[in-house]
């Protein structure tokens, strides 16, 4: 009989820069138990092995694309495979010549199964121009914008 002990959970966001992108997480984090998903915002760097070890997950929500040597997609492959879902928000989607090849998926992985959100058609161009799966790349506007929006709802808070 095989009983797991692991904690059973929907969503794991995985965070890198706290001032960067904590707003953001804690408004997907939000949003998503807001629809009955149970959501852990994680560090990349601390919690990778505690939530290896200590959840059943069925989504990891990562910082950007790929599953490159040791990239956080990558070790979660390795462990669950295909059985869990990659998403890729892309927080940053800026491109500069000299910064645009480090955005595109490199991997068959990355191409065919990374769920990609892109701020608009421009991104998501690119994205397809470099192989990713077009079926798996989701416009979804900026999250920032959002945020941004619903503060200026309170306005006299603002001021």
């Known amino acids: 009989m095989n009983v797991s002990l692991k904690k059973k959970i929907d969503v794991v966001i995985f965070i890198e820069h706290k001032d960067r992108e904590m707003q953001i997480s804690k408004y997907l984090k939000k949003k998503l138990e807001q629809d009955n998903y149970s959501v852990l915002i994680a560090s990349l760097h601390f919690h990778s092995h505690l939530i290896l070890f200590q959840y059943e997950i069925k989504t990891i929500i990562t910082l950007y694309i790929?599953?490159?040597?040791?990239?956080?997609?990558?070790?979660?492959?390795?462990?669950?495979?295909?059985?869990?879902?990659?998403?890729?928000?892309?927080?940053?989607?800026?491109?500069?010549?000299?910064?645009?090849?480090?955005?595109i998926p490199k991997t068959e992985t990355a191409k065919?199964?990374?769920?990609?959100?892109?701020?608009?058609?421009?991104?998501?161009?690119?994205?397809?121009?470099?192989?990713?799966?077009?079926?798996?790349?989701?416009?979804?506007?900026?999250?920032?914008?959002?945020?941004?929006?619903?503060?200026?709802?309170?306005?006299?808070?603002?001021?």
């Open 66 to 103: 790929g599953f490159g040597k040791n990239s956080i997609s990558s070790i979660f492959f390795k462990v669950h495979g295909l059985n869990i879902n990659y998403i890729n928000m892309n927080y940053e989607q800026f491109l500069f010549p000299f910064a645009g090849k480090f955005k």
């Open 112 to 159: 065919k199964h990374q769920i990609n959100f892109t701020w608009g058609d421009h991104f998501k161009e690119y994205l397809a121009n470099a192989g990713a799966s077009k079926k798996n790349i989701h416009v979804t506007g900026r999250p920032y914008a959002k945020i941004i929006k619903e503060l200026n709802l309170k306005n006299q808070e603002i001021k």
